[in-house]
């Protein structure tokens, strides 16, 4: 089975720096895709970035970038130029790109990222 | 509608009643998921529709919860009997389903407290 693992219970960044969130994950899988969801006190999980294992090349979204090591099995999230919007839990996730797992993401236990003005 | 709608939107319950929670998903998307989240917890997956079927039912954590999809539209999760522990924020996505890189929206959630 696989699982997700963030080691940052909480973190805080101060506005305009720069912050990185950790991810580790285990699976035996070779294709699959990862992915990083914020979750504000609204409760919505709102997708920032996506990652195909099979890509070499990290995924990037404005200010939003990561860096995914396959062979280490990592996935960190770094955020530029912090705003006080970033402040939110945020949730790394995997799903698998076998087609009988019917596209169930399972998440890490979150990162709660607060930003100092 | 525009997104995933769930209702309602906070759930006081005693426990030992039954309680039902209602998904509505982005419309034409086949792909249905609900998810627990504890207090201070990651996100749990519970079941998986794929159109009104339901081929992964793995995550549901006792014979007290189920759930449905009708017309291959809404869905409901029932929780019988609740207990304190079922306190939580249960999540719905939908996806387009088909290919997996599709990407799956989230409702807001309900929110439902066991008293």
């Known amino acids: 089975a696989q699982t997700v693992t963030q080691s940052q219970p909480e973190m805080s960044v101060q506005e305009a720096e720069t912050v990185t969130l950790s991810c580790t994950y285990d699976?035996?899988?070779?294709?699959?895709?990862l992915f990083w969801y914020k979750q504000p006190p609204s409760r919505q999980m709102i997708l920032v970035i996506r990652?195909?294992?099979?890509?070499?090349q990290n995924a990037t979204e404005n200010r939003f970038s990561v860096n995914f090591q396959k062979a280490a099995k990592s996935f960190s999230l770094k955020i530029s130029d912090s705003q006080l919007g970033d402040a939110a839990m945020y949730f790394c996730?995997?799903?698998?790109?076998?087609?009988?797992?019917?596209?169930?993401?399972?998440f890490g236990q979150g990162t709660e990222l607060s930003v100092k003005p | 509608g525009a997104g995933v709608s769930q209702s309602p939107s906070n759930k006081v319950t005693e426990k030992g009643k039954d309680v039902e929670l209602r998904c509505d998903p982005i419309?034409?998307?086949?792909?249905l998921y609900w998810y627990r989240q504890s207090l201070g917890q990651g996100l749990e997956f519970l079941i998986y529709?794929?159109?009104?079927?339901?081929?992964?039912k793995s995550g549901l954590p006792s014979d007290r919860f189920s759930a449905e999809r009708t017309g291959g539209s809404v869905s409901t999760l029932t929780i019988q009997r609740t207990q304190q522990e079922d306190s939580a924020v249960y999540l719905c996505?939908?996806?387009?389903?088909?290919?997996?890189?599709?990407?799956?929206?989230f409702g807001q959630g309900t929110r439902l407290t066991v008293v």
């Open positions: 996505a939908s996806s387009r389903g088909g290919p997996s890189r599709t990407e799956a929206f």
């Open positions: 699976t035996s899988e070779s294709d699959y895709y």
């Open positions: 990652q195909e294992a099979y890509k070499q």
């Open positions: 996730a995997y799903r698998s790109a076998s087609g009988n797992q019917g596209g169930k993401l399972i």
């Open positions: 419309s034409g998307h086949t792909a």
């Open positions: 529709f794929q159109g009104n079927s339901a081929p992964d």
